[in-house]
């Protein structure tokens, strides 16, 4: 049997994974990461009640509860990167960030350095570790979290245990209510990664200058004002402020385009619009499982956002860093600064940065 730390958030999933270690009878003790240091909203950010419920999981399973801070990591390695990101006018993914930063990095040393074997998570995905480690979808395809974790690598998947990647998350509610966890029926984190729910506007405009524009038709008609294109994103339908104009469909604006330029937020009516859909996209920063990609040019699977069903699609690699991916059919809102993940089967191969959506006109040029 193995000596396997838990990163023990509070939530019902790692208190799971932490029991399911534990009656296969290894040898389990648990970590509760508090890496943001809250000075405001503090009732939306509930980290003392995470680990005050950490504490009763640890107590009721007869393991050890260590607690640390990587807010230093946090901020260095993600949360810049992130109002970097914004500042830049795209729109990232910092879960992913912080999986391969904090969770799997910073976390997989620290546990390494009291002595653990391995680390276990409560995320829904599969490994496979013959001969080369393999990232496979959870079986639950509501809850399979491959997404956010196709920046890990061949050691950070080698060292870490997904306990749940066979289980439905009822089945994982079943199993905390049977072990008499008061966690059972919380309700799932959302929000940022380890900053969790805010009121996002106003909480992003505490790191980055409002820097306010036109809100523009794809006629070039002025209809409104914007207060920074870093606070909206493509598909985005709330809070464009520009509702019940004459002249028009009567149907809802949605942000189609940013102009980064000549700061211009372009929106258009119609929530399948043409100017939401591209069949084509431009990525970097590409990041492949096995350590190289499948080849030059292949067809997979892809998303382009968590939980989105998987999207038939030909990649074509640009260099070792960027590539460009042909999807089968167009696709709505793709969106610079998130990432775009590719499967084959239920196997995780992968993914990169979007950089920008073609448009049709320029990707059969």
Same mark, same amino acid.
């Given at each position: 049997?193995? @000596?396997?730390?838990?990163?023990? =958030?509070?939530?019902?999933?790692?208190?799971?994974?932490?029991?399911?270690?534990?009656?296969?009878?290894? *040898?389990?003790?648990? &970590?509760?990461?508090? @890496?943001?240091?809250?000075?405001?909203?503090?009732?939306?950010?509930?980290? /003392?009640?995470?680990?005050?419920?950490?504490?009763?999981?640890?107590?009721?399973?007869?393991?050890?509860?260590?607690?640390?801070?990587?807010?230093?990591?946090?901020?260095?390695?993600?949360?810049?990167?992130?109002?970097?990101?914004?500042?830049?006018?795209?729109?990232?993914?910092?879960?992913?960030?912080?999986?391969? /930063?904090?969770?799997?990095?910073?976390?997989?040393?620290?546990?390494?350095?009291?002595?653990?074997?391995?680390?276990?998570?409560?995320?829904?995905?599969? #490994?496979?570790?013959?001969?080369? &480690?393999?990232?496979?979808?959870?079986?639950?395809?509501?809850?399979?979290?491959?997404?956010?974790?196709?920046?890990?690598?061949?050691?950070?998947?080698?060292?870490?245990?997904?306990?749940?990647?066979?289980? %439905?998350?009822?089945?994982?509610?079943?199993?905390?209510?049977?072990?008499?966890?008061?966690?059972?029926?919380?309700?799932?984190?959302?929000? #940022?990664?380890?900053?969790? $729910?805010?009121?996002?506007?106003?909480?992003?405009?505490?790191? &980055?200058?409002?820097?306010?524009?036109? #809100?523009? %038709?794809?006629? *070039?008609?002025?209809?409104?004002?914007?207060?920074?294109?870093?606070?909206?994103?493509?598909?985005?339908?709330?809070?464009?402020?520009?509702?019940?104009?004459?002249?028009?469909?009567? $149907?809802?604006?949605?942000?189609?385009?940013?102009?980064?330029?000549?700061?211009?937020?372009? &929106?258009?009516?119609?929530? @399948?619009?043409?100017?939401?859909?591209?069949?084509?996209?431009?990525?970097?920063?590409?990041?492949?499982?096995?350590?190289?990609?499948?080849?030059?040019?292949?067809?997979?699977?892809?998303?382009?956002?968590?939980?989105?069903?998987?999207?038939?699609?030909?990649?074509?690699?640009?260099?070792?860093?960027?590539? =460009?991916?042909?999807? @089968?059919?167009?696709?709505?809102?793709? %969106?610079?600064?998130?990432?775009?993940?590719?499967?084959?089967?239920? /196997?995780?191969?992968?993914?990169?940065? #979007?950089?920008?959506?073609?448009?049709?006109?320029?990707?059969?040029?």
């Amino acid at each position: 049997m193995s @000596n396997i730390i838990v990163g023990l =958030s509070g939530g019902v999933d790692s208190a799971v994974a932490a029991l399911l270690l534990k009656q296969q009878g290894h *040898d389990v003790a648990a &970590v509760f990461m508090k @890496n943001w240091d809250e000075d405001d909203e503090k009732d939306q950010c509930p980290a /003392e009640q995470d680990l005050a419920d950490a504490r009763a999981i640890a107590r009721q399973l007869g393991i050890e509860l260590h607690t640390v801070s990587f807010s230093a990591e946090y901020w260095n390695r993600v949360f810049a990167h992130f109002l970097a990101e914004y500042e830049a006018g795209r729109t990232p993914s910092p879960d992913i960030i912080c999986n391969r /930063e904090i969770k799997f990095r910073a976390f997989l040393d620290y546990a390494t350095g009291l002595g653990a074997d391995l680390i276990a998570t409560g995320h829904y995905a599969r #490994i496979e570790k013959s001969p080369v &480690v393999r990232l496979l979808r959870g079986i639950d395809a509501d809850k399979d979290q491959t997404y956010f974790l196709h920046t890990l690598d061949q050691a950070q998947l080698a060292g870490s245990l997904f306990p749940l990647g066979g289980l %439905t998350k009822q089945a994982v509610r079943e199993l905390a209510k049977q072990a008499g966890f008061a966690v059972h029926a919380k309700k799932d984190s959302t929000g #940022i990664c380890f900053i969790g $729910e805010r009121r996002f506007s106003a909480f992003l405009a505490q790191y &980055v200058q409002k820097n306010p524009g036109e #809100i523009r %038709t794809l006629d *070039d008609e002025v209809i409104g004002q914007h207060e920074g294109l870093m606070f909206y994103t493509i598909g985005q339908r709330q809070g464009l402020g520009i509702g019940g104009r004459s002249n028009t469909s009567g $149907e809802p604006w949605y942000v189609t385009a940013k102009d980064i330029e000549y700061n211009i937020l372009r &929106v258009a009516q119609g929530v @399948n619009h043409p100017a939401l859909f591209s069949q084509s996209l431009l990525a970097s920063e590409l990041h492949w499982i096995a350590g190289k990609a499948p080849g030059h040019g292949f067809e997979c699977s892809a998303r382009i956002r968590h939980q989105q069903p998987l999207q038939g699609c030909s990649v074509t690699l640009n260099g070792t860093q960027g590539c =460009s991916v042909r999807f @089968n059919r167009p696709q709505r809102a793709i %969106t610079a600064g998130q990432s775009v993940v590719f499967y084959r089967g239920d /196997e995780c191969l992968g993914g990169a940065v #979007i950089d920008a959506a073609i448009p049709e006109r320029k990707a059969d040029q």
